[in-house]
């Protein structure tokens, strides 16, 4: 059996996602401490370079996680944010590696529950990839 931890970096929008994350702390909902936690105001801020360099220095997997659609504060940034991600995702296909690596999710503030379970899922798959 493998003890492999992957190394996981999750970029919160501010008004949503990071707000689900921190719920789910105050609710004392875990989950994984493979994944870090980088806080952006809005997700439309990640551009496709952002998810290459984490990936580059040394993270097994990387989420976006922005508003709910036409939830966001900054109007469609979670879209832009979508873009990146599957341009990223193509541009890993290419390179032979697993596109699944880099994810997008939605969440709203409230869903402190859905954001620990969706990184404990994550972080299961990225660990199986190794
Ligand atoms: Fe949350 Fe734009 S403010 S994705």
Not at 62 to 77: I, M, P, R, S, T
Request: aromatic share 10%; hydrophobic share 40%.
């Amino acid at each position: 059996m493998s003890n492999f931890e992957p190394e996981i970096v999750a970029f919160c929008c501010h008004y949503c996602a990071y707000t689900a994350a921190d719920m789910a702390g105050t609710r004392r909902v875990t989950y994984p401490s493979n994944v870090k936690i980088i806080r952006v105001p809005c997700t439309g801020k990640v551009d496709a370079i952002h998810l290459i360099k984490a990936l580059e220095k040394g993270a097994d997997g990387v989420y976006v996680a922005g508003c709910l659609e036409d939830d966001c504060h900054f109007k469609n940034g979670n879209l832009r944010a979508t873009a990146h991600v599957n341009q990223i995702k193509k541009e890993l296909e290419t390179l032979g590696w697993e596109p699944e690596r880099v994810e997008m999710m939605y969440f709203s503030a409230g869903m402190g529950e859905k954001f620990a379970k969706a990184a404990e899922a994550f972080t299961e798959k990225i660990r199986a990839l190794g």
